[in-house]
């Protein structure tokens, strides 16, 4: 599970819904100072049981260089309602929420679109639709198909605790089988709410609706490898990782970026969510790559 480093936004940033064609979004939309150059507009999809927050620490080094950076719920996470209906998180339909949202954001010219992990599948399905609808793609931490197995099995897991426990009862059982992290020097181990992240966490994840995750997760575990159809998408791609990664081996994000003849980017320190675990240098690679489009 991603651990934001904090759940409150900073100044830059506002939580405003996002109305689109397809129902309303909540957001987390982080503006450049009044009077700055406006670079250009970004789009910030989250991954498997993350949330807009999982962006938080981007928002402000993203801002600060010129770039609108909107972080969003899809539905059925967090703070977007969703129904209860696994077929509603088909992938399809969770990419042509996608193209709306970026309808809807009403910038100057086509925004930036990043997805993390599951959300870089989506983002993936989201350009396959259409690829006129974006400046460019980054995945990032997100693989070239499914998860590797020992993922897959816990994804699998998961699938099967929420199809008989309540949401409360599954989280104590995941809080039971994997401590809390260490501290990290980067973003200091806990959230703005105190010294432990638990309760924002918990929160959180209540707040899922669990015939997202079970959809979701067994996306995870079947995606094709579409890389071939992707490549032939013409628009600018960025392939961005940790250093290490248990769900998608670097070895596979390597010749996933060389098969796209996409930008690559290994981010020291960090692993699965370098959004997360090196929020600066992270935002450092993003901007240079969008800048370097211009």
């Avoid at 609108?68 to 969703?82: F, K, L, P």
């Avoid at 099967?160 to 809390?180: N, T």
């Avoid at 628009?235 to 081996?249: A, M």
Wanted: with cysteine.
């Amino acid at each position: 599970m991603s651990r934001p480093p904090t759940f409150t936004p900073p100044p830059c940033a506002a939580a405003r819904p996002l109305h689109t064609s397809r129902g309303t979004f909540a957001t987390l939309d982080a503006a450049p100072a009044e009077g700055a150059e406006v670079r250009g507009t970004v789009l910030l999809l989250p991954g498997f049981t993350g949330s807009k927050e999982d962006f938080i620490a981007l928002l402000e080094p993203l801002a600060a260089a010129g770039y609108r950076a909107v972080s969003v719920d899809g539905r059925g996470q967090y703070e977007t309602a969703g129904p209860s209906d696994v077929a509603a998180y088909a992938q399809e339909e969770l990419a042509r929420d996608v193209l709306a949202q970026a309808a809807a954001l009403d910038a100057p010219a086509r925004p930036h679109l990043l997805g993390h992990s599951l959300g870089g599948q989506i983002a993936r399905a989201a350009v396959l639709l259409a690829p006129d609808a974006f400046d460019s793609l980054t995945l990032m931490s997100s693989g070239p198909a499914a998860i590797v197995p020992a993922q897959q099995a816990r994804a699998k897991m998961l699938a099967d605790a929420l199809a008989v426990l309540s949401m409360e009862e599954v989280w104590q059982a995941m809080r039971a089988m994997e401590p809390p992290p260490p501290q990290d020097a980067d973003t200091g181990g806990a959230t703005a709410e105190g010294n432990d992240d638990s309760e924002a966490l918990r929160a959180r994840w209540l707040r899922h609706n669990p015939a997202q995750l079970i959809a979701t997760g067994g996306q995870l575990t079947r995606e094709p490898d579409r890389v071939a159809e992707l490549a032939a998408a013409p628009l600018p791609k960025h392939v961005i990782s940790g250093e290490r990664d248990d769900t998608w081996p670097l070895p596979l994000l390597d010749d996933m970026a060389s098969r796209l003849s996409a930008h690559r980017t290994v981010i020291d320190g960090a692993e699965h969510s370098p959004n997360t675990d090196r929020p600066r240098e992270t935002a450092a690679a993003l901007t240079s790559f969008w800048d370097g489009l211009r």
